[in-house]
């Protein structure tokens, strides 16, 4: 099976400041990759599909790049309410397998 | 409105067995593939299971496979997790999340409880 490594495990940084998580997989997924946003106690949310298509309703300052087997979520300013965790997940074969998660906090 | 609406979590003994339901409104549930994902307590997401539009091709994680069966009743807008040899690795928050077009997990139930304990 595909390994997912997702970095870092977790970062604090200041409200304004970009914020970088990258995905790596063992193998290449073409752009089979999708970033989850979970706020504490709430359901997953789906912020981005194939790599770098943002959902609707999700602000423009999140964005992803990335395909084969590097991929990135950047948040260009983050906001208060981005304090959650960020998974990635594989979706082009099963299993489909999520990063460790990423969690982020507001210094 | 999509809704996904998941029960049957309890608290079983090592060794016992379980059913998990979700049933789902608002789309036209036979079209879809279904996937359930559980999370330990403070932990991650973790895929465990999905089952196809028509039922006839299903996948598990190495960790339960051989343990769960994915099912589905279209008749009944429901999916199915059949959880048997538990074992306490096993208790977590059991979500159902509805595949879209896009082969993405865009709709997700609130989840319910799986306890493993003696």
């Known amino acids: 099976d595909i390994q997912m490594t997702q970095s870092p495990s977790s970062l604090s940084a200041s409200v304004g400041d970009r914020v970088t998580i990258t995905c790596r997989t063992s193998r290449g997924i073409a752009n089979f990759l999708a970033w989850f946003q979970q706020i504490p106690g709430k359901v997953p949310k789906l912020l981005i599909s194939a790599a770098s298509t943002l959902q609707s309703g999700v602000p423009s300052r999140f964005s992803g790049s990335g395909s084969g087997t590097d991929f990135t979520l950047t948040i260009s300013s983050l906001q208060p309410e981005d304090a959650a965790t960020y998974y990635c997940q594989k979706y082009n074969s099963a299993p489909h397998t999520f990063g460790q998660g990423t969690k982020v906090e507001i210094k | 409105e999509v809704q996904l609406v998941e029960s049957g979590g309890a608290v079983v003994q090592p060794g016992g067995s379980l059913r998990l339901s979700c049933v789902a409104s608002?789309?036209?549930?036979?079209?879809?593939?279904m996937h359930w994902v559980r999370q330990a307590p403070g932990k991650g997401l973790q895929w465990v299971s999905l089952?196809?539009?028509?039922?006839?091709?299903?996948y598990y994680a190495d960790s339960v496979k051989g343990r769960f069966t994915i099912s589905r009743d279209d008749s009944k807008n429901s999916l199915y997790l059949q959880m048997s040899s538990l074992r306490t690795e096993d208790t977590a928050l059991y979500y159902c999340?509805?595949?879209?077009?896009?082969?993405?997990?865009?709709?997700w139930g609130q989840g319910t409880l799986v306890t493993v304990s003696s």
């Open positions: 999340a509805r595949e879209t077009a896009h082969l993405v997990l865009e709709d």
């Open positions: 608002g789309f036209t549930f036979e079209d879809y593939t």
């Open positions: 089952i196809n539009w028509n039922g006839r091709t299903t």
